[in-house]
Nanobody
Framework: QVQLVESGGGLVQAGGSLRLSCAAS????????MGWFRQAPGKEREFVAA????????YYADSVKGRFTISRDNGKSTGYLQMNSLKPEDTAVYYC???????????????????WGQGTQVTVSS
């Protein structure tokens, strides 16, 4: 079992940056792979990025490659999503997720993750 709490969302102008945090409690965070997803109003939940147990492997949606960076600090039981060069189309509620299953194949599938945070709103103005 693990509990996840996102923070760091807010309002930012296009071209700006935000860093989202995902604080974990419960079973040791290092045992979980984690991912970030986002959902805009009226849209399907969309994969953003994922990272393996100890950060050896990362995955990104094409829409955020080169702009977003996923990382983790297992000593602090916290995952991060650094978002640079933000665009209005990045506006969404962002969720962190965790899984004990391998993400080598299914890293972009929301149903593969068993644990989710409450979400944090990111709004990018034009």
């Amino acid at each position: 079992q693990v509990q996840l709490v996102e923070s760091g969302g807010g309002l930012v102008q296009a071209g700006g940056s935000l860093r989202l945090s995902c604080a974990a409690s419960g079973r040791t965070f290092s045992r979980y792979a984690m991912g970030w997803f986002r959902q805009a109003p009226g849209k399907e939940r969309e994969f953003v990025a994922a990272i393996s147990w100890i950060g050896r492997t990362t995955y990104y949606a094409d829409s955020v490659k080169g702009r977003f960076t996923i990382s983790r600090d297992n000593g602090k039981s916290t995952g991060y999503l650094q978002m640079n060069s933000l665009k209005p189309e990045d506006t969404a509620v962002y969720y962190c997720a965790a899984t004990l299953k391998t993400i080598e194949i299914y890293y972009s599938t929301s149903g593969w993750y068993g644990y989710w945070g409450q979400g944090t709103q990111v709004t990018v103005s034009s």
